[in-house]
């Protein structure tokens, strides 16, 4: 069955030219998703179990804190994070018609949130300045309906332009951009914010929310400078999950370029976000200046971008994504649980022209091969995983590259690693990530024109003896291998494999 109409959508024309190779789930349950949480003691809490399988569901739990409850039937778990910090170890278990599972799953309880990469959609690359309370809430209902959800993506993050525009005479978007208290309101296309957040919320998933430090947003909408405590406060009452904090017009107000300048309002509003009575992951988007990744963490970042804009990002003879990612690939000692590089968005499916934004969104001009690259480069990396598509045009392929359950397992490790750069020539990139299990997760990326013949050698990779070989992408067996791996590559394409055992890795 494909994955349109397993999941009720409608399924139009694949946009790429490439086969899927992503196999279907099966009638089982299978639980995904991934296998550590962080919260803060006290906070409230939501995860909804990423579980695939033909419903209805049935969930359990055992080991659940007391201050958590289970909806056994939709399989969300509720409540506030036990006020003693340690870690709770919970077996999660689902079953159906069709068999039962079950997983192991820490609840760590302390300081520290996104123990592993945020996973959702962005409106941005699709909706721009167009954005409006109603396609949110369809972004919302198009997660659960296409079976992302029962992948891990959780975050529904509204970008800029839900905030009033200063100066604009749409009636949508202009007005006062705070009310009495001084506290910024929505545009006229955001009625109540605590509402959608609700709506959100109901489904078991998150909200996100966009500012900037500046006085106005990079659209030139209302943005937060001197109402920094004032905006995060009312973004933890309307009930958002997650921050990006868009660095500017605060450029004209920083008053230097060394690092202090462009820590500064980031230790603002970290320290801020620390101080509320929720959980908020804080995005850094600064566009890797003063070298972010060596300090977003200690200016309280959950995960920052380390480029400009990948929507932006010119292609030379390979598509601007591969540019972005050797940039982020280079910064693999500073990611870690809890601090992520960020390489932005995915950009597949039907996506907008970030240089012509009244245009509607289109087809991806991107190869099958270059998006099955695109995705395996993302996951080595250990990177947050916004897919900013449109979500009302998802095409069997588009959820064939986003919705493979083993890929996302190596994005989602709990080992946290970010992999490493073995070898980038001309025309190959190899890239090498530790997994908690003792497996080695691998790329093999070919950027020539032609098929290549590639190999890594266990020198490279830092490891001994026999290995089982995986083929990730078909979820099969691939034979075993000593000593090298070897594999035939289709230009721009990627060989993704996870190389199982316990041999000690460097």
Known sequence: MAFAALFGLPAPAAS????????????????????????RPGRPFLYRVPCTGRRPLRFSAHGLPPSLRLDAERGIIRGRAPEKPGEYRVVLRASNAHGRTERRFRIVVGGTLALTPPMGWNDWYTHYDRITDGRVREAADTMIASGMADFGYQYVNIDDCWMVKPGSEDLLLGGEARDASGAIRPNRRFPDMKALTDYIHGQGLKAGIYTSPGPLTCAKFAGSHGHEEIDARRFAEWGFDFLKYDWCSYGKLAGGTTVEDRMRPYTLMGGILKRLDRDIVFNLCQYGMSEVWKWGASAGGHCWRTTGDLGLAKDTRLPGFYSIAFRNAEHSDYAGPGHWNDPDYILIGRVGNARKIHEPPRATALTAAEQYSYMSLWSLMAAPLFFSGDMNSLDEFTLNVLCNAEVIEIDQDALGRQGRIVRRTEEEFVLAKALEDGSVAVGLFNLSEE?????????????????????????KAAGAATARHAATVEPHGVALVRLLGSAKVN
């Open 451 to 475: 098929p290549r013949q590639m190999a890594v050698s266990w020198t490279e990779l830092g490891i001994e003896g026999s290995r089982r070989v995986r083929d990730v992408w078909r979820q």
């Open 16 to 39: 790429s030219d490439g086969s899927i190779l992503t196999p279907k789930p099966g009638p089982g349950p299978r639980i995904n998703g991934p296998p550590v949480y962080g919260a």
